[in-house]
C-alpha cells in the first residue's frame, strides 16, 4: 500500500510483500530403488522508503528492505545392491533446513549550498546472516550391515558498511566544473562449519558392534576488507 504526506509535497511509501509456503513433493520408483521428497518453504519481504523537501536547498531520501527466507527439505529412498556375494538393502533418509535474512539500509542527503556548489552524503549498510543445518542417515542391511549418520551446520554473516561524498562546483565560465567523489567501503564476512560423521559396523546381520568411526570437524573463516576510491574531474 502507500500513504502520501509531509511537508513541501513529499511522498511517503512502504511497500510489504508477500509471504509464500511451498507444498510437499512427489515420490518415484525405479528398478531395485524407490524414493520421496517433500517439504515446505516461507518466503518474506518488506521495503520502506521516505522522501523529503527540508527547505528549497536541503533534501534527503531513505529507505530500508528485509527479507526472511526458510526452507525446509525432507527426502527418503530405499534401494537395493545386487552381487555375487549378496544384496545391501540400503534405506536413506534426510533432512535439511536453510534460514537467510538480509537487512539493506540506504540514505541520501542533498544540499544544494548555493548556484556555484552542491553536496551529496550517501551512507549505507547491509547485515546478512544465514544457517543451515541437515542430517543424512543411511542403514544397510544384508551383505553390509552398518549405519551412517551425518550431521552438518553452517553458519554465516555479513555486515557491511559504506558512503560517498560527492561534491561539485560551477564556475562562471558555461559548461565547466569540478567534481570530486570519495568512495569508501569496509566488508567483513565471518562462517563457521561443523560436520560430524558416525559410521557404526555390526557383525554380519546381528546387532553386534564391531567398531565404529567418529569425525568431528569445525572450519571457521573471516575476511575483512577496506577499500578507498576517489574521483575528480574537472
Same mark, same amino acid.
Given at each position: 500500500?502507500?500513504? @502520501? ?12 510483500? @508477500? ?8 515420490? @518415484? +520408483?525405479?528398478?531395485?530403488? #524407490?524414493?520421496?521428497? @517433500? ?12 522522501? =523529503? $523537501? ?8 531513505? *529507505? ?7 526452507? %525446509? =527439505? ?8 545386487? *552381487?555375487?556375494?549378496?544384496? !545391501? ?6 533432512? #535439511? ?30 547485515? #546478512? =546472516? ?10 544397510? !542391511? ?8 551425518? %550431521?552438518?551446520?553452517? !553458519? ?21 566544473? +569540478? ?6 567501503? %569496509? ?35 573471516? %575476511? ?6 576517489? $574521483?575528480?574531474?574537472?
Amino acid at each position: 500500500g502507500s500513504f @502520501g504526506g509531509g511537508g513541501f509535497g513529499a511522498p511517503v511509501i512502504i511497500n510489504v510483500g @508477500g509471504f509464500g509456503r511451498g507444498g510437499m513433493g512427489g515420490g @518415484g +520408483f525405479a528398478a531395485g530403488s #524407490s524414493g520421496s521428497s @517433500g517439504g515446505n518453504t516461507k518466503l518474506g519481504n518488506m521495503s520502506f522508503s521516505i522522501r =523529503d $523537501v527540508i527547505n528549497p536547498k536541503l533534501s534527503y531520501n531513505a *529507505s530500508y528492505t528485509f527479507s526472511n527466507n526458510r526452507i %525446509n =527439505d525432507l527426502s527418503s529412498s530405499e534401494s537395493q545392491n545386487f *552381487s555375487s556375494l549378496g544384496t !545391501t538393502f540400503s534405506v536413506n533418509e534426510g533432512n #535439511s533446513l536453510n534460514k537467510t535474512q538480509s537487512h539493506n539500509v540506504n540514505f541520501e542527503l542533498e544540499y544544494n549550498i548555493n548556484k556555484k556548489n552542491y553536496l551529496r552524503i550517501q551512507p549505507t549498510f547491509s547485515y #546478512s =546472516d544465514g544457517n543451515r543445518s541437515s542430517m543424512n542417515s543411511v542403514f544397510q !542391511t544384508g551383505l553390509i550391515h552398518q549405519d551412517q549418520t551425518v %550431521n552438518s551446520v553452517n !553458519t554465516n554473516s555479513r555486515p557491511n558498511i559504506g558512503g560517498n561524498l560527492f561534491y561539485q562546483y560551477y564556475f562562471d565560465k558555461r559548461r565547466r566544473n +569540478f567534481s570530486a567523489s570519495l568512495n569508501v567501503g %569496509n566488508n567483513t564476512q565471518n562462517s563457521e562449519q561443523q560436520n560430524k560423521s558416525n559410521i557404526i559396523y555390526y557383525y554380519d546381520e546381528s546387532d553386534l558392534v564391531l567398531k565404529d568411526s567418529l569425525v568431528n570437524r569445525i572450519i571457521e573463516r573471516s %575476511n575483512k576488507s577496506l577499500s578507498l576510491r576517489s $574521483v575528480f574531474t574537472f
